[in-house]
């Protein structure tokens, strides 16, 4: 796992390449990092029977994969208070446009991941994923959370656990057109996503948007 050395200020997290060849420093990666390699590549990267629609489970996660773009930070210890937590996702946000690739396009498939693998309690993740959400969507980011058991529903199969994961984890990427289901329930992300994507919203999309703003005037 490479780096180039971008450490958090507030808690010291330093993401390394997940996916780059390098065999200096692969003797000291976390053991865990096969397993998370595994789980993206054999997972994410691939189409579920549950999904509810084709192709694979994370359509963005390819081409971070394929690209070499995806940087992962393990955190042990099961002491992981939710203020702990905010620092390392603040330490996310500061260094996310530092990490290589730096400049577009290349720096739209990027992706970074702070994994907790010995944590059991999730309440921290998701409190601060809630709150820090805002935060990301304003600099056209999203800011995911993953963990053994999640039952976030899938967007096209309610019955599908698609931020089910084998090690508990926060992840960064930036925010692509389909993201819209997921900033649909409140103004200001809805607003930064059309600010973002006005030219280029899937048509798909925006038939969804008109008729759920059609319904609102309709209630009104």
């Known amino acids: 796992m490479t780096t180039d050395r971008v450490v958090g200020t507030r808690s010291g997290i330093e993401p390394a390449n997940l996916f780059a060849p390098d065999p200096v420093s692969a003797a000291g990666e976390h053991p865990l990092a096969t397993e998370l390699r595994r789980w993206t590549t054999e997972y994410l990267c691939r189409p579920h029977s549950d999904l509810g629609r084709h192709g694979p489970v994370c359509p963005y996660m390819g081409h971070a994969i394929t690209r070499r773009f995806l940087w992962a930070a393990f955190l042990g210890g099961r002491d992981f208070e939710v203020e702990r ?126 008729g759920e703003l059609a319904h609102i005037a309709d209630s009104a």
């Open 85 to 210: 937590i905010a620092a390392i996702v603040d330490d996310l946000y500061d260094m996310y446009p530092v990490l290589p690739p730096r400049d577009p396009p290349d720096s739209n498939f990027k992706a970074v991941l702070a994994v907790f693998p010995d944590l059991t309690d999730y309440t921290g993740i998701e409190a601060v994923q809630h709150d820090q959400k805002t935060r990301f969507v304003k600099q056209g980011l999203m800011l995911g959370q993953f963990y053994p058991g999640c039952r976030v529903a899938g967007l096209h199969n309610p019955d599908f656990p698609a931020l089910d994961s084998p090690l508990p984890l926060l992840a960064v990427r930036h925010m692509v057109p389909t993201d819209f289901f997921f900033l649909n329930t409140r103004p200001e992300w809805i607003g930064t996503y059309l600010k973002t994507f006005a030219p280029a919203i899937p048509d798909f999309i925006t038939t969804t948007m008109a």
